[in-house]
């Protein structure tokens, strides 16, 4: 007997019949002699729906407000997921945010979970009934309802996996596993079976959409293993887990790219202590995250460029926010350009490894791709390359790195 | 200055628009220096999306669940309608059922408010804050969602106008107004200034659609002053209050009719003490309704035939359990008509004079309409009639009575 935590997306509730499928996966596990617990998104295109209504009645809206509009999807989806595993049978009820309660910060639209009261679930599951919880949902300290940002309902799955102390999330989603690369652009890619927590990880942050970040930073600090698999197959997935549960590992396990960052130059900026102080400590203040980061070697020993990426959505803002500071440091101006491309290769074995970045650089080249901004970590190299190298890019890697399918 | 309680239907916050034409209104008595409440129903056509996806999901369902789901509805147009308030300046924040706490008993998907505790509200409202609260949903002692049935957000607006002690509630809907008869049928029908609780609360559940019989039961016995007007002009409304407010009344104030009801005869009911329990007994049991009852004199002494209405929605139900009854009790047949109209001339004025009932029997009659059952209260006229006959007798009652504008 095992206690498993069950997420479905959004396309795996997308309608009645996809949530009644759903069902039948929990009801699955029931009958393993399992204890489940069932984590639902909105039904596909809800959310968007409700965020499109609450953009279009005000550009800047009450992030209180918002959250109650938006989180309203997962409310209904929890309710039909309880009928449905009713319907076959499977004794179920739904817990909202609040009756939980899941705690959060008041960090409104993307706040993060504190706590989660599952004392009463917990005696429930023992009894054999199913509790579904709508995810990306959770109250404040004063009872305001909060949401965890897009993608936040992985999040709740694993928040919820960690207080009731389950031996597996399992995260169905309409693809089947976590790939080597995007397969839509990779037609080579393979499934992995498995894969670290770190570089799940490093693929979630660098732009491989198959699981929020925080989900994956909140399993590992939790020991939560979480298994990526298919709502609509019965193929094996790819489980996210410890270092020691991988036999053997590749150098590289897989390569991500992101298009959701833009390119800023600064150019020309007096070279002198507090400078990156002046420029990064404004951005931060607005909430205008900066990622990848260089400062060219002043030439003179006076003037130097520098250049950094923030997300699109941030980028006319920071723009403008750096106009407004050019008067006060004193650079000369600034160079803006979206279109790029984050290409990242990632894998626990590079600590033990040399070369691996000596490799992309070289694969690269080769290919006469320019390599605009490198930034690196223990487990990850990434490079800033004009966008349209992108495919070119990411299949050059693939099969430098060896992680083509036969 | 006063303070004010104004509910919203779902045609008046059909959409985003809708919404901020709504919170204008709300603004309006704001700036006349009013304190201010909202209620709002759910965008129209919202809760009959929900109450397919339930009825798709399962024929038989959770009413727990049900709760949870349709209720979804009025949360996001109350957090759109804060928004909406903010936006053009107005302090507002929504307060879920949950939050306030809305108390209900736990009759799931037609609860009744037991207690709303508004003290919070009350606090900030004579700070300036408008406060919006959803319609229709309440929790019960065990945390539970629950709805009070359909039309419920005019019993959430009059139970809250109520608890916060409200100089008026103003039910804000696509008519402007309550109308001698349907103006749709009637064309000469008025629209009244003023009309007594007793009289609208046997239009309501006569079958005039403008409120909820519900809500108008609460208005009577709390005294709260109702206010019936258009979100689309700004004529007038109508006037809900108690008798001595109103100067002069119509002997007779409106005339209503319901194409809801069936008809139901039991052909040949052993006329002995006790049938009428047995028959009616398990109705009432399995929540049958029952309205008009008549017992035919048995010509013999031993037999007689009894004609009964129930709900459209419960006629197979009532015909399937009867059929089941036949043989313990012992008549001969049921016979079942679901092609008819009730329609009922209503007015205080009835109390003091006389030949009402006998105006309606002669103008029906003179019309060739045929009287099926009949029944009268101390303020209203009831009689069931071929559903072909309805316009016929409504128009005919309405020049009867003296009711056509000029």
Sequence with gaps: MARIVQKFGGTSVADVECIRKAAKKAKA????????????????????????????????????EYDGVVSSGEQVTAGLMAMA??????????????????????????ARIKTIDSSEVDLRLKEGEVAVMPGFQGITENERVTTLGRGGSDTSAVALAGALNADRCDIYTDVDGVYTCDPRIVLKAQKLDRITYEEMLEMASQG??????RSVEMAMNHGVRLYVR???????????????????????????????????????????????????????????NVDMIVQSTAADGALTDITFTVAKIDYHR??????????????QSVIADSDVV?????????????????????????????????????????VLIAEEYAELALRALHTAYGLDAD
């Design 230 to 288: 298919s709502t609509f197959t019965d193929s094996e997935g790819t489980l996210v887990c410890d270092e020691d549960e991988i036999l053997e590992n590749q150098v590289v396990s897989g390569i991500a790219y992101s298009r959701d960052e833009a390119k800023i130059t600064l150019v020309q900026v007096p070279d002198r202590p507090g400078v990156a102080a002046a420029i990064f400590g404004p951005l931060a203040d607005e909430n205008v």
């Design 29 to 64: 596990e029931v009958d393993a002699g399992n204890e489940v617990a069932v984590v639902v998104s909105a039904m596909a295109g809800v959310t968007d729906q409700l965020v499109e209504y609450v953009g279009t009645m005000s550009p800047i809206y009450d992030a209180c």
């Design 342 to 382: 984050k290409v990242s290769v990632i894998g626990v074995g590079m600590r033990s490894h040399a070369g691996v970045a000596q490799l992309m650089f070289k694969t690269l080249s080769e290919k006469g791709i320019n390599l605009q901004v490198i930034s690196t970590s223990e487990i990850k190299v990434s």
């Design 85 to 110: 595993l009713q319907d076959i049978g499977v004794q179920a009820r739904s817990w909202l945010g609040w009756q939980l309660p899941v705690r959060t910060d008041d960090s409104h639209s993307r």
């Design 318 to 331: 920071a723009e403008q926010m750096l106009g407004d500071l050019q008067k006060r440091i004193g650079f």
């Design 208 to 213: 491989a959409k198959v699981l929020q970040t």
